[in-house]
């Protein structure tokens, strides 16, 4: 395992951050401080915006803009032509799913137990009215999706392996490249929602072997919000026909038919913003520059001080599963609501989340939980907030 970050680089980076001076921030799974940097690249494009006219600062800021999808291709091990820039997970994942060919009935979708909800809500809405089955993958001893269980389930029908690889109610890391393993010998689509994985961990999608695989940039990459990367394998998007095209994804050719884009920006439209696109090139730029196998060593680091030591606190159970686990700490307070833990947190100064059922419904209903307190680090957290949560529980369990 590499290094964490040493004690001054992160005091250094978290100068930088301007939120780092304001909170105790332990939502970083929901959505992490942007540097004054990433802040400053979005202004700077607004300025030229207000400046120059709007569609004469795209056209300057071209470079810059389109950096944020080189970029996105150098984090994951991908292509720029594997990569659409997107505005969140959401809009990635349920573009690449209504882009799939028609659902027939008996077909079948194979998802893990730790599927966000919002993707179960796609798969549902329209799969399930054509008459396609969603069926959960059986998980291991440890809560992970067993890659052999979900061999043993194919047949001709599997139509497509859904696997959100990091769960939004737990710390437990699915086998992501396990589970593409059995995907890509039986020719199956893969995707993976690495909403949560995407910054906090190395992504290799020729590892993984997924065909599409999304993130927001909100998250541990630090971008800001309402972007996002699409990654759909450059052999898949022949099998992929956008739901809707515009003058960006489809322009008319010289008679007048519609000319698909070739790459995955077919997913894209025309309109965005661009002022959060450079503000996305700059925290990817960041993440790189930093490197993510120290992200991943810092963040596991932390996380496991901080799981450790709620688990000693009477009256607190921690609830991650899983062989291998993520910054993202979920824990529940004997006798308290999660999300009045959540407000009595909030009132010291100290941001966590808190779900319930509906963001990832299966693995909440297999193991009977009905809330979960989240507390979820970056490699940004100081050993200093760590104490200052663990104290704060402390007096809520008096
Ligand atoms: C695992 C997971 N998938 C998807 C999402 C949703 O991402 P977005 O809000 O960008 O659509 C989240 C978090 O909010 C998440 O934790």
Redesign the pocket.
């Known amino acids: 395992m590499p290094a964490p970050l040493s004690a001054d680089a992160v005091r250094n980076l978290r100068a930088l951050t301007p939120g780092a001076q304001h909170s105790v921030h332990f939502n970083h799974?929901?959505s992490s401080l942007p540097s004054a940097a990433t802040l400053q690249a979005i202004r700077a494009h607004l300025e030229r915006e207000a400046t120059q006219g709007p569609m004469e600062a795209g056209v300057a800021s071209r470079a810059l803009t389109e950096s944020a999808r080189t970029l996105g291709a150098r984090l994951l091990n991908a292509q720029p032509e594997e990569i659409a820039l997107t505005?969140?997970?959401?809009?990635g994942?349920g573009a690449a799913f209504a882009a799939l060919p028609p659902w027939r009935p008996g077909d079948r979708i194979l998802v893990g137990r730790?599927e966000?909800g919002?993707?179960l809500a796609t798969m549902r809405f329209t799969a399930e009215r054509a008459g396609a089955v969603l069926e959960t993958i059986p998980s291991d001893d440890s809560g992970c999706v067993d890659p052999d269980a979900l061999a043993a389930m194919l047949d001709d029908r599997v139509r497509l392996i859904a696997l959100?690889?990091?769960?939004?109610n737990g710390g437990l890391i699915n086998p992501a490249a396990a589970v593409g393993r059995v995907a890509r010998q039986h020719g199956i689509p893969y995707f993976v929602?690495a909403?949560?994985a995407v910054g906090q961990l190395p992504v290799d999608v020729e590892a993984i072997a997924c065909d599409v695989l999304?993130?927001?940039g909100?998250?541990a990459l630090r971008g800001p919000r309402g972007t996002?990367l699409l990654y759909v394998r450059r052999a898949f998007l022949d099998q992929i026909t956008p739901a809707f095209v515009d003058t960006y994804s489809a322009p008319l050719g010289a008679e007048g038919q519609p000319m698909l884009r070739q790459d995955a920006a077919r997913m894209e439209s025309a309109e965005n913003s661009l002022a959060l696109r450079c503000g996305l090139a700059n925290a990817l730029q960041e993440a790189l520059d930093i490197g993510l196998d120290s992200i991943r060593a810092t963040i596991a680091a932390t996380a496991q001080t901080l799981r450790t030591e709620l688990a000693a606190i009477p009256g607190i159970t921690v609830l991650d599963q899983g062989r291998e686990q993520s910054g993202l700490v979920a824990f529940n307070l004997a006798g308290h609501d999660a999300v009045a833990v959540q407000r009595a947190l909030a009132a010291e100064g100290i941001t966590i989340g808190s779900n319930g059922v509906p963001?990832?419904p299966l693995d909440m209903q297999a193991r009977g939980l009905t809330q979960i307190a989240r507390a979820s680090v970056s490699y940004l957290t100081t050993d200093a907030e760590v104490r200052r949560l663990l104290d704060a529980l402390r007096q809520l369990t008096r």
């Open positions: 799974a929901g505005t969140g997970h959401s809009a994942w730790h966000w919002g993707n959100t690889w990091l769960p939004a929602d909403a949560q999304t993130a927001p909100r998250k996002g963001y990832t």
